[in-house]
């Protein structure tokens, strides 16, 4: 599949919460870091997401916020 997004990452699906309508999954890339998604549970079931599934995290924003303490 083609997309025009540049940064995705690659990782393995470490833990899903469901909720009624949105879930909320994590995902682990091969760096160890964590990045969490809040999609839809159709989404989710439509993708077959699972605890220890590869899937990627594809990230398109025309804003990253930082802050520091």
């Not at 833990?15 to 682990?28: P, Q, R, T």
């Not at 993708?47 to 303490?69: N, Q």
């Amino acid at each position: 599949m083609k997309l025009s997004a540049r940064n995705q990452l690659k990782g393995k699906v470490v833990d899903i919460k469901e909720g009624a309508v949105n879930g909320i999954v994590s995902l682990e890339t091969k760096g160890g870091e964590i990045i969490t998604s809040t999609i839809s549970m159709g989404s989710i079931k439509e993708l077959g997401l699972k605890i220890g599934s590869e899937a990627y995290a594809v990230i398109k924003a025309t804003s990253v916020m930082m802050m520091v303490d």
